[in-house]
């Protein structure tokens, strides 16, 4: 029986076991699929306090994971397959084994929908990005396409006229989604152009593993153009990790967990940190934030059983 299990490796998770490391409550974190979540897919992380020349995302993860097992965390290999979340212990299917724990801290984050373009793996994080906050100053008097039709879509092209020399936003319809307001605003915009009822066929250049154009292709007639650009941000939404806990926790509409106070899920015992339960921010220090959460809330709930 564990004290406390932390589903996930990322910001979040590494934080909450680090907190519960400290507080004695030796965590077990189970790493998932991903180890170290979306930061495995950047490169230089600039925006993290306390790393004035930046490092690199799969460095951080690095450590933030050596600081937890510092203290004692213990990090296994893994993917939860099931869960059972109806009453205290709770049990969770790990691969071939069972384990169980009296607080369960939930931080599988979510992950960016992408295109399904094997050049767009390949050049993410070499010119391919699904967060203009972390990598738009990275492209400082350069073009770059943004792809997607909805408000992300335009709040990002927006946020990236700011740094880059200009912004096509590549959608496949002939209208937006976007809200009017969001609508308004791009098209106001001098820097952001729009190629309509099109689609991005490929990243270009994987050969020499940095972004140097893509390829659209027009979905009405067929046709394909090369668009020079040093940049690609894909826009088209983001889909929390949350299949496993449909139907035992509350979710909101568009799956994220619902938290109330601090890291409090619908179910006493179980505490949500990160992008799972994050549809606004999405970014590593405020998922860091939420872990630290996460662990003090799950540490004051094993006080109160006792």
Same mark, same amino acid.
């Given at each position: 029986?564990?004290?406390?299990?932390?589903?996930?490796?990322?910001?979040? #998770?590494?934080?909450?076991?680090? +907190?519960?490391?400290?507080? *004695?409550?030796?965590?077990?974190?189970?790493?998932?699929?991903?180890?170290?979540? %979306?930061?495995?897919?950047?490169?230089?992380?600039? *925006?993290?306090?306390? +790393?004035?020349?930046?490092?690199?995302?799969?460095?951080?993860?690095?450590?933030?994971?050596?600081?937890?097992?510092?203290?004692?965390?213990?990090?296994?290999?893994?993917?939860?397959?099931?869960?059972?979340?109806?009453?205290?212990?709770?049990?969770?299917?790990?691969?071939?084994?069972?384990?169980?724990?009296?607080?369960?801290?939930?931080?599988? #984050?979510?992950?960016?929908? &992408?295109?399904?373009?094997?050049?767009?793996?390949?050049?993410?994080?070499?010119?391919?990005?699904?967060?203009?906050?972390?990598?738009?100053?990275?492209?400082?008097?350069?073009?770059?396409?943004?792809?997607?039709?909805?408000?992300?879509? &335009?709040?990002?092209?927006?946020?990236?006229?700011?740094?880059?020399?200009?912004?096509?936003?590549?959608?496949?319809?002939?209208?937006?989604?976007?809200?009017?307001?969001?609508?308004?605003?791009?098209?106001?915009?001098?820097?952001?152009?729009?190629?309509?009822?099109?689609?991005?066929?490929?990243?270009?250049?994987?050969?020499?593993?940095?972004?140097? #154009?893509?390829?659209?292709? *027009?979905?009405?007639?067929?046709?394909?153009?090369?668009?020079?650009?040093?940049?690609?941000?894909?826009?088209?939404?983001?889909?929390?990790?949350?299949?496993?806990?449909?139907? %035992?926790?509350?979710?909101?509409? *568009?799956? +994220?967990?619902?938290?109330?106070?601090?890291?409090?899920?619908?179910?006493?015992?179980?505490?949500?940190?990160?992008?799972? %339960?994050?549809?606004? +921010?999405?970014?590593?220090?405020?998922?860091?934030?939420?872990?630290?959460?996460?662990?003090?809330?799950?540490?004051?709930?094993?006080?109160?059983?006792?």
């Amino acid at each position: 029986m564990r004290n406390v299990i932390i589903i996930g490796s990322g910001p979040a #998770g590494l934080t909450a076991a680090l +907190y519960a490391a400290r507080a *004695n409550l030796a965590p077990l974190v189970i790493e998932g699929l991903e180890s170290g979540g %979306q930061l495995m897919l950047t490169t230089m992380v600039e *925006n993290f306090p306390g +790393y004035r020349d930046g490092i690199l995302g799969p460095d951080l993860m690095a450590e933030m994971r050596a600081q937890a097992e510092r203290f004692g965390a213990e990090i296994i290999s893994g993917d939860v397959t099931a869960v059972e979340l109806g009453a205290a212990p709770f049990t969770l299917h790990v691969s071939e084994t069972v384990e169980q724990a009296k607080a369960l801290i939930i931080s599988t #984050g979510a992950s960016a929908r &992408l295109l399904g373009l094997t050049s767009e793996r390949t050049l993410m994080g070499h010119g391919v990005s699904t967060c203009a906050t972390c990598d738009g100053y990275f492209f400082r008097e350069k073009p770059i396409v943004v792809v997607g039709g909805g408000d992300s879509a &335009l709040e990002e092209a927006t946020f990236l006229t700011k740094f880059a020399s200009h912004v096509t936003v590549v959608h496949r319809r002939d209208q937006l989604r976007a809200s009017k307001f969001m609508q308004d605003k791009a098209f106001a915009n001098e820097k952001i152009s729009f190629e309509w009822n099109a689609e991005l066929a490929e990243v270009k250049d994987v050969d020499q593993g940095v972004v140097s #154009g893509v390829v659209l292709r *027009n979905l009405k007639t067929g046709e394909t153009k090369d668009l020079a650009v040093d940049g690609v941000f894909i826009a088209i939404g983001h889909t929390p990790n949350t299949t496993l806990f449909t139907g %035992q926790l509350d979710l909101n509409p *568009n799956g +994220y967990i619902e938290v109330g106070t601090g890291s409090r899920t619908s179910v006493p015992g179980v505490f949500a940190c990160g992008d799972v %339960q994050d549809h606004v +921010y999405r970014q590593a220090i405020t998922a860091a934030g939420t872990g630290c959460m996460a662990a003090i809330d799950a540490e004051r709930y094993l006080e109160s059983q006792e």
